[in-house]
Antibody, heavy 117, light 108 residues
Framework: EVQLVQSGAEVKKPGESLKISCKGSGYSFTSYWIGWVRQMPGKGLEWMGIIYPGDSDTRYSPSFQGQVTISADKSISTAYLQWSSLKASDTAMYYC??????????WGQGTLVTVSS | EIVLTQSPGTLSLSPGERATLSCRASQSVSSSYLAWYQQKPGQAPRLLMYAASSRATGIPDRFSGSGSGTDFTLTISRLEPEDFAVYYCQHYGSSQYTFGQGTKLEIK
């Protein structure tokens, strides 16, 4: 069974750094791209970027380029999304999802990130 | 950059009725790269349709998709109570992924 399990909710202060994770199982982790999607409170879905764990090739949405870093450790089948300096506007639910070329077929349960002073 | 506009924003229907949700692209897109998702409160999105008209694994046949060019439609033939949710269309093109703003399907 394909599963993407994300790390737990985080509460951080503005300016702090953060790295959240997404562990894949039940399939060949290095053979599929993994994407990250943001959902701000009460809002829609926004694509942030994707990574191919096989070679760490990464693509970013122009809206998120330079704002976050996507990485992966194929030895432990885990993808990451990180911030170096959080802002209050980063408060959102973040989902990872497996990409089958043009669509996202399996999704993680989401990680809620709250940034507040 | 392609923009996807979904309509209506909110659709109020009763169980047993037919639902028709629209997704319009700002320019012509390949139907091979058009997908639909369902999201219920407190849950992650779930893939419903890919390539505009192909149902994802486990999706009941009351869901169907159609369209080409700039206009795409998700149809739910007879609404079940569990179908009331938010629906998003999504497109892939030029290494970019775009979501529509969503249609909320609520119980009338």
């Amino acid at each position: 069974e394909v599963q993407l399990v994300q790390s737990g909710a985080e509460v951080k202060k503005p300016g702090e750094s953060l790295k959240i994770s997404c562990k894949g199982s039940g399939y060949s982790f290095t053979s599929y791209w993994i994407g990250w999607v943001r959902q701000m409170p009460g809002k829609g879905l926004e694509w942030m970027g994707i990574i191919y764990p096989g070679d760490s090739d990464t693509r970013y949405s122009p809206s998120f380029q330079g704002q976050v870093t996507i990485s992966a450790d194929k030895s432990i089948s885990t993808a990451y999304l990180q911030w170096s300096s959080l802002k209050a506007s980063d408060t959102a639910m973040y989902y990872c999802a497996r990409l089958t070329g043009s669509d996202f077929d399996y999704w993680g349960q989401g990680t809620l990130v709250t940034v507040s002073s | 950059e392609i923009v996807l506009t979904q309509s209506p924003g909110t659709l109020s229907l009763s169980p047993g009725e037919r639902a028709t949700l629209s997704c319009r692209a700002s320019q012509s897109v390949s139907s091979s790269y058009l997908a639909w998702y369902q999201q219920k409160p407190g849950q992650a999105p779930r893939l419903l349709m890919y390539a505009a008209s192909s149902r994802a694994t486990g999706i009941p046949d009351r869901f169907s998709g159609s369209g080409s060019g700039t206009d795409f439609t998700l149809t739910i033939s007879r609404l079940e109570p569990e179908d009331f949710a938010v629906y998003y269309c999504q497109h892939y093109g030029s290494s970019q992924y775009t979501f529509g703003q969503g249609t909320k399907l609520e119980i009338k």
